[in-house]
T-cell receptor, first 111, second 118 residues
Framework: QKEVEQDPGPLSVPEGAIVSLNCTYSNSAFQYFMWYRQYSRKGPELLMYTYSSGNKEDGRFTAQVDKSSKYISLFIRDSQPSDSATYLCAPKRGRDDKIIFGKGTRLHILP | GAVVSQHPSWVICKSGTSVKIECRSL??????MFWYRQFPKQSLMLMAT?????????EQGVEKDKFLINHASLTLSTLTVTSAHPEDSSFYIC??????????????FGPGTRLTVL
């Protein structure tokens, strides 16, 4: 079983819709959970960062972590065409540990 | 804040030559820098971790004599691909973890360098 699993997509939704991106992981030692956005041929950009279980909101983005089920979600409200990108789920165990990246989910927001 | 630059953004070279890629943290000091490789439609794969002033730690399966990493200062790390071959063609991305101040628990990524070996 891979440490981090994401549906690669592509996921296509109309502009304005709520987007739900999900990720599962197998290592119960993960404590830090990040979501990165990566545009084509660009480096990843940190979107959200949470520690342990719970929710975190930042503007149109909400990250949820459920450690009991090893399930991570990213919600995007009022989606925009500029949100079209690949979203990478990226957990890690401790501050000094390496990030384990999922393969990413490609998202297309249709105007 | 938290800007990381890479140079060059893309490079084409002949098989057998060496290529150097620079990674700089522009507005913060980074105790640790990371080098990743990403193939099309694949995730980022960590190649090595470098700490300023010490030898890099390479991931299993990464040839340290082929991918030379030098972390010369708290704002600069370089990756040299020696005797490059077509299979080394990839997207190379660096990241830097802040020394202090802004969120120390995350990494900030550069824009990547696309290497094509003919």
């Amino acid at each position: 079983q891979k440490e981090v699993e994401q549906d690669p997509g592509p996921l296509s939704v109309p502009e304005g819709a709520i987007v739900s991106l999900n990720c599962t992981y197998s290592n119960s030692a993960f404590q830090y959970f990040m979501w990165y956005r990566q545009y084509s041929r660009k480096g990843p950009e940190l979107l959200m960062y949470t520690y342990s279980s719970g929710n975190k909101e930042d503007g149109r983005f909400t990250a949820q972590v459920d450690k009991s089920s090893k399930y991570i979600s990213l919600f995007i409200r009022d989606s925009q065409p500029s949100d079209s990108a690949t979203y990478l789920c990226a957990p890690k165990r401790g501050r000094d540990d390496k990030i384990i990246f999922g393969k990413g989910t490609r998202l297309h927001i249709l105007p | 804040g938290a800007v990381v630059s890479q140079h060059p953004s893309w490079v084409i070279c002949k098989s057998g030559t060496s290529v150097k890629i620079e990674c700089r943290s522009l507005d913060f000091q980074a105790t640790t820098m990371f080098w990743y490789r990403q193939f099309p439609k694949q995730s980022l794969m960590l190649m090595a971790t470098s700490n300023e002033g010490s030898k890099a730690t390479y991931e299993q399966g990464v040839e340290k004599d082929k991918f030379l990493i030098n972390h010369a200062s708290l704002t600069l790390s370089t990756l040299t691909v020696t005797s490059a071959h077509p299979e080394d063609s990839s997207f190379y991305i660096c990241s830097a973890r802040p020394f202090s101040g802004i969120s120390p628990d995350t990494q900030y990524f550069g824009p990547g360098t696309r290497l094509t070996v003919l």
